[in-house]
């Protein structure tokens, strides 16, 4: 039974609670709190805003910073977020992620394989940013542990 997903750069207002739920108070949080806190420490904590009907992410003294939203396409509820910013010319950090707990490994519906997707929509709207060579995710260690790098242009 798999969920349809739709990837989105934003949140219907009216799923607030969703949101915070899976961003501030999610079960699955404990697995991968160090690298929380790590994170928390080096890039400051994701703010929920509203931009009318519509809500993001925001990292305070950030500008530049983007997040993709899973989205279970019959509730309309977010299910997963993924919090990036592009670190310099060839790097983009993920800084944090989110995925609900039915979604996430040993959960009912984990064979959605939705962090795998949620990193692979990121990757791809990645690639349409001029320069960018490599995306890090920081959870992946606490320190700019897992590297996906763009294959260079003679290997094409």
């Not at 993001?56 to 977010?78: C, W, Y």
Request: with cysteine; charged share 25%; hydrophobic share 40%.
């Amino acid at each position: 039974m798999n969920a349809s997903i739709e990837f989105k750069s934003h949140v219907p207002a009216h799923q607030r609670a969703a949101l915070e739920a899976l961003l501030f108070f999610n079960s699955c949080q404990a697995r991968v709190s160090d690298c929380i806190a790590d994170a928390v420490e080096r890039f400051g904590a994701p703010e929920i805003v509203a931009s009318g009907d519509r809500l993001r992410i925001h990292m305070k003294n950030m500008n530049d910073v983007q997040s993709l939203f899973a989205i279970e396409a019959r509730t309309g509820r977010p299910v997963g977020v993924a919090v990036y910013t592009r670190q310099d010319i060839e790097h983009v950090t993920v800084m944090h992620l989110g995925i609900a707990a039915e979604y996430a490994s040993g959960g009912p519906k984990a064979n959605a394989q939705l962090l795998l997707r949620l990193l692979r929509e990121v990757r791809r709207s990645t690639r349409r940013m001029k320069g960018v060579r490599r995306l890090e995710l920081y959870y992946g260690s606490g320190r700019a542990g897992s590297r996906w790098r763009e294959p260079s242009k003679a290997a094409l």
